[in-house]
């Protein structure tokens, strides 16, 4: 089992930068990918970047590329979200994800961090 603690998130004035994190612990050797996904109120979860454990492969939405760094440190078993240039609409709960093949299904989720932008 595969257990993920999101934290970072908090109220930032738009034009500022957070770095949220996600510790990994249980079988994380058994992880393959790890992602970070958001939801705003009344919408629905987007996917926002992920990037595979052991290797150096990353996939990101095109929404979000130029703003959003997704980045892992295997030995302390956490993988990071760089926000830069927040805006009010990337006000969310953001998730961290963790899957443990290649089917593109996540098996396991965080709690969420909430991320608030103000103008």
């Known amino acids: 089992q595969v257990q993920l603690v999101e934290s970072g998130g908090g109220l930032v004035q738009a034009g500022g930068s957070l770095r949220l994190s996600c510790a990994v612990s249980g079988s994380a050797f058994s992880v393959y990918a790890m992602a970070w996904f958001r939801q705003a109120p009344g919408k629905e979860r987007e996917f926002v970047r992920s990037i595979s454990w052991s290797g150096s492969s990353a996939y990101y939405a095109d929404s979000v590329k130029d703003r959003f760094t997704i980045s892992r440190d295997n030995a302390k078993n956490t993988v990071y979200l760089q926000i830069n240039s927040l805006k009010p609409e990337d006000t969310a709960v953001y998730y961290c994800?963790?899957?443990?093949?290649?089917?593109?299904?996540?098996?396991?989720w965080g709690q969420g961090t909430q991320v608030t932008v103000s103008s």
């Open positions: 994800a963790a899957s443990i093949s290649t089917s593109g299904f996540y098996d396991y």
